[in-house]
């Protein structure tokens, strides 16, 4: 695997009425080439502030980011542009309202002096599954899922190597939401693009992840193979967030021995200790006043609990 895109000990802070407020706090993690990452984690846990991070749009209190192993400092600004996409959870203020179609995927093509520009529209409008005649449509006259497309083909004109696509699905409908993963997958599968996804449907990470990353307050407490990781967790807070996942709830009993309890702690002030702890079934001493690591337990599968584990072998989850 070679690696594309990482995060070093990324931390960034924001200031909030005069208080530092860490919103991502110490974050390693890697985009091999060609896989597709998903990034999971309830709402204000970091996950938009990482993927701007990576975007390299916020500013990092500490730690780097690297782009094919280098800092991004020293990456030609229009090389990175080209190679990291961004793809936005809404549509709707993506596209210039007063660009037809052609135009708004054309755009990011002139600077990089692509030859037949047309040609190339047709195509990506085709690799969205998008009729020619589209070309000439304003977005006003797009559906929110026609949109997406439009805003997909954008992202991929330049020939991208990783796309980072957060909540690219949340503004649509259901029923176009399966349609626009399933053409995410697909275009990720035979372009090779690396994906950077995030999503809060547990579902539909199984459908299209390899990897998945768990973030909480600002840290991963969790990642390893999507597969093996959402059908045996490591980590408390994953198996309550799979507990909370209808479809992934092994037995009503577990759903309801794993509810979440409360509301994520403020960033402004974490918990010490484990930061979960407060919310977490298993907790013991330990937990409120050590912190856990995020250690390898098994080959690829990380997690930062005392008791890692020990929330899938106690319950028939396991079995
Ligand atoms: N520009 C900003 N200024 C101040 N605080 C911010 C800013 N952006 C994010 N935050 C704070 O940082 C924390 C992480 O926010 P972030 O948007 O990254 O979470 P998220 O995981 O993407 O949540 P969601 O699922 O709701 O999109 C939150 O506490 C949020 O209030
Ligand atoms: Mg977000």
Redesign the pocket.
Known sequence: MTEILAAHDVA?E???DGQT????RGIDLTLDEGETLA?V????????????ALLGV?QLARGKVTFRGDELASVEPHIFRKHVQPVL?DPYASLDPRWRVARSIAEPLHALKFGNIEARVASLLDAVGLAAEFASYLPNALSGGQRQRVALARALAPEPSVLIA??PLSALDMSVQAQILTLLADLQRTSRIALLL?A?DLTLVQRVAQRVAV?YL?RVVEQGPAARTLAAPLHPYTAALIAATPSLARTAADAERLVLPGEPP???APPPGCEFHPRCPIARDICRTERPLLVEHAPGRKAACHFAGEITRSSDISS
Do not use: M, R, W, Y
């Open positions: 960034v924001f200031t909030h407020l860490q919103a991502v990034l984690g309830e709402s204000g846990s970091g996950k938009s502030t990482l993927a701007l916020h959870q957060d909540e995030i809060h973030l600002g403020s960033p402004l």
